[in-house]
């Protein structure tokens, strides 16, 4: 199934698209290419083949929630330059 120019020009005045000429003849080769490959591949025999959601397997890398000791207040805020009611204070953005 090969696209035709007025095809291509149909398509491109979908997608509010203005193409010059040489493009249209530009796009109307290479969707004709990738058509072409895509009905190479519609060749393939994919019988047995189980669908894949990814080509490598992957695994859960995630390690288990454990709670451990963390800082206090004080020690957190030990170094700030300036700390109010527990918080850092920070120059104001506007």
């Known amino acids: ?8 020009l149909h398509v491109a005045h979908l997608a509010r698209l203005s193409l010059k000429p040489e ?27 189980p669908p894949l959601a990814h080509v490598i397997s992957l695994a859960n890398i995630f390690r288990e929630d454990v709670v451990e000791p963390s800082l206090s207040p004080e020690e957190s805020l030990a170094n700030a330059p300036e700390s109010e009611q527990m918080a850092f204070v920070v120059p104001r953005v506007i």
């Open 1 to 8: 199934m090969a696209l035709t120019r007025e095809e291509v």
């Open 23 to 49: 493009e249209v003849e530009i796009f109307t080769r290479q969707l004709n290419d990738i058509l072409a490959y895509m009905a190479k591949l519609q060749e393939v025999d994919t019988e047995g083949v």
